[in-house]
């Protein structure tokens, strides 16, 4: 720990993967760094979690890494961390339209016109995301046009299908963890060219979630802290003062100060702190304009994964919710079998104001429409309802409604003064995965060491 | 001032019209209220300024209030302030792609197809409004589908000419102080219905831009403060506390406890600021999506009002920027003369990041371009940039954006526990008008006192 009566040179705000990435590097750089978190805890919105009964170590936030995200991959290894494959054999399930379908491969067998009508729509959706310049969505082609949509108008306008409307919908649930109404069109494009296209984000392997990380992604954030000499939790910052000479923050135990300073937190958590003076206009309108993404993530476990000896993969899609994408969570010797269901957007909502006995049993019971009644009786289940979580505020991370990027996107990463900006928010490429906070902590980084 | 050893029964948060209306109704039925404000001064997103050459009273924030406005002109008499017109004679201006009209009554002498074109638009769109219930949107029929789409998508399917989509683009300027992109069509509607049509906001006599408060609508916060025991300045919350028995209010300066709490301030500032135990998930989802709008007033006073000499009322709207909507904002006795130019939305975003002499002088080509030469020439001009305002954040009000109402709407006046919510937001009629603030104080006070 860096001693109270030295100022260290750079104060970090947030012990997430950005925040954490960033001092690594700064302290790597020669520099000292204090970093201050809110929770008890670092990591923000990765938690590794041992469950009380079966004593399994389980992802409740972010758990999956893949070969096209470089950053993550890297500072991984770097870390001496090691990773296993997403278990995928075996068919997978979707529950459209009140059918359900076993299949191998990308898309369910679905009626050949919806296949038809979804090749379409999916081919024309990512011919225009690969026009939005993933750093400047701003600056696309048409961006006031794009911008001035929901996602939802969009799909309403080229789908044909219901089945097809279904299957977008529930990408926008999967990969935004929202409804396409929340969404500028402009940004539903952005967000899939920074994955390269729909199956980018979908996907196992050779795609966004090919791999888990050994023992847990939390060990990503518990190895870089371990790494750094002065971490404090239980630390929020309640006001930030910058003069000429530095930034002083104000926490409840007490100010820290230092010449930069880098917050990597979920931008709409700033909207009601005070700064002094106040942030330019631009800037601070833009932070109330990123709401947090809705999502329950719920896990359910057993004493073996069961569909595995039905020959399913445990992967499933179902438009009927709560849960609405699951996935086969089982530890990577096979048990106890694992069965991970996402709840998000308007499905989560219609959970929200429910206790969790509740809220499990209705989970089970999606889970059990899919695989079976043996779904019914786990021997442990934890879910996690991230918008409940006051220093996250939601997850997977902000939705950019429509004339958010036109209007406000120039002021994302834009330093003020000696106010750095990081947090999978701000990343050039994979916003809103670890690989961005990663990447957006690296930048940040930079920003300081060339501006001291 | 209540001693700081004994609690008050209320305390209030925030010293706007809603939040000192709540405190004289508490007051008024015996209860002991303390009030909590940020600012150095009462009144939030109104206040009358002295101006330092002419010494001229002019309102930077709300000023007008209308005969449909019961709340607000009701109060306005209890606390014996006066009203008088809003400056109408003569002819209106109207700068539309390209052509200046004058003209009287409420619609610019545009091509007949033009008119024909508005005229249907209108009438559909007021239909429309008139099925919202303006407590609660989201049960409107079709609510989620007026809900997952912008005012701008709806404009762009139901104009037929490029006239209609400026008129209307001047209507979310104007009212809402956004951009059509930015607001969900179930919004628009709602809040169009809650002046019970478009000319319901847009129009003077009989309407809600009748009248003005003579001496400045921050009389009516300043005469409320007046009234009251215990108005703390400079006194922003940073943390609340709610128990079994009574809330707990951190500042700076000190810790303030009472039974029950009413909160005041716009949503969007509550969105960081941390609550302990954490809201409920839907209110605090809420909060991260309802961003201010985004508005500069702008005023130049000349001599005399050189334009009610040329036939002239002061009165123009135009689809040329920066400044798209004016007014005679002349005191009373007609001297000195006083523009009012307003610059929002988009308009607002283009200027943002000037200074203010920059500023000023885009603002007063707007009005040369309208008004003349002479325009150019004011003895003194003010400005207020309510984005840049921290402790409101923008004016006029919130917006809500696609999924906002359908998704988070039984959130926004529901008490959590001892906690009230008042504020122009959650206004049951004329939100984001002083008359909605003025209800929901009154709305928030009744509330607390059934409660206890």
């Known amino acids: 720990m860096i001693p109270d009566s030295v100022n260290p040179d750079v104060i970090v705000v947030g012990a997430g993967l950005a925040g954490l990435t960033a001092a690594r590097r700064l302290s790597g750089a020669g520099r000292r760094v204090r970093v201050l978190e809110a929770r008890e805890r670092v990591g923000g919105r990765t938690h590794t979690l041992r469950l009380p009964a079966t004593g399994l170590s389980v992802d409740m936030g972010g758990q999956w890494v893949g070969p096209n995200q470089p950053h993550v991959m890297a500072l991984i290894r770097e870390l001496g961390l090691e990773v296993y494959p997403t278990h995928d054999e075996g068919q997978n399930l979707a529950l459209i339209g009140g059918r359900l379908l076993r299949y191998r491969g990308l898309i369910p067998p679905l009626p050949p016109l919806v296949l038809a009508d979804y090749a379409l729509l999916s081919h024309r959706f990512e011919a225009l995301a690969r026009t939005i310049p993933l750093e400047a969505p701003w600056t696309a082609p048409d ?3 794009l911008d001035a949509q929901t996602f939802d108008t969009w799909i309403g306008k080229n789908a044909c299908t219901p089945q097809v409307r279904a299957l977008m919908r529930l990408y926008a649930g999967a990969v935004f963890s929202a409804d396409p109404a929340e969404l500028s069109l402009l940004h ?17 392997r050779g795609h966004a979630l090919q791999d888990r990380v050994l023992g847990g992604a939390g060990g990503i954030a518990q190895r870089l802290a371990d790494d750094l000499e002065d971490v404090r939790l239980d630390s929020p910052v309640a006001r930030v003062e910058q003069d000429k000479e530095g930034v002083t923050l104000h926490t409840p135990a007490g100010a820290h100060r230092a010449g930069r300073v880098i917050i990597a937190v979920p931008p709409t958590l700033l909207s009601g702190l005070p700064f002094a003076p106040p942030l330019p206009a631009r800037r601070a309108q833009l932070q109330q304009r990123l709401p947090m993404g809705t999502v329950i993530k719920f896990m359910a476990v057993y004493e073996r994964p069961f569909w595995r000896g039905q020959g399913l993969s445990g992967m499933a899609i179902s438009d009927t919710g709560p849960v609405t994408v699951t996935f086969d969570n089982s530890p990577p010797q096979g048990s106890p079998g694992v069965l991970l269901g996402f709840i998000e957007g308007s499905e ?7 206790g969790e006995a509740e809220r499990r049993e209705a989970a089970l019971h999606s889970l059990a429409r899919l695989f079976g009644d043996e779904a ?16 996250s505020g939601g997850c997977y991370g902000a939705l950019f409604g429509p004339g958010v990027w036109t209007g406000h996107g120039e002021a994302l990463r834009a330093p003020v003064g000696r106010i750095h900006w990081a947090g999978a928010e701000t990343a050039r490429v994979w916003m809103n995965y670890m690989d961005g906070a ?8 930079a920003e300081v060491l060339e501006g001291q």
């Open 188 to 204: 539903a494009l952005a967000y899939t060219a920074h994955g390269g296209g729909i199956n980018g984000h979908t996907l196992t």
């Open 348 to 354: 989560a909502r219609g959970l929200m104001d429910m």
């Open 438 to 445: 990663v990447e957006s902590g690296e930048r940040a980084a």
């Open 376 to 391: 019914l009786t786990p021997t442990e289940t934890v879910q996690r309802d991230w918008t409940a979580e006051p220093f």
């Open 143 to 145: 961006a006031a046009e």
